[in-house]
């Protein structure tokens, strides 16, 4: 399924669900869309309060990156009326 950017809206990092797929780019600037599996809140007096969410990890890796940004941040998310074809993928 190919996605265009209508599929996705922006919404704050707060916003996002666990389930919810986002729409991210590795280090390297390759585009990823991912299921939100784990949502954590952290805080510390440098960074104030963060959200980090990380993606389901698969049998062969023992750790995953996902997205780690202050309350505020902007991310994509692909729209919900979408993601239930992505879930059959």
Do not use: C
């Not at 996002?16 to 805080?43: E, R």
């Amino acid at each position: 399924m190919a996605l265009t950017e209508r599929d996705l809206e922006r919404v704050t990092i707060e916003a996002i669900d666990i389930g919810d797929f986002v729409f991210s780019k590795s280090l390297a600037g390759a585009p990823k869309i991912w299921q939100v599996y784990a949502k954590k809140f952290t805080f510390n007096e440098h960074d104030g309060q963060v959200i980090e969410l990380r993606p389901q990890a698969d049998a062969d890796q023992t750790a995953v990156s996902g997205v780690r940004a202050p309350i505020g941040t902007m991310i994509h998310r692909v729209r919900r009326g979408r993601t239930r074809e992505l879930a059959n993928l």
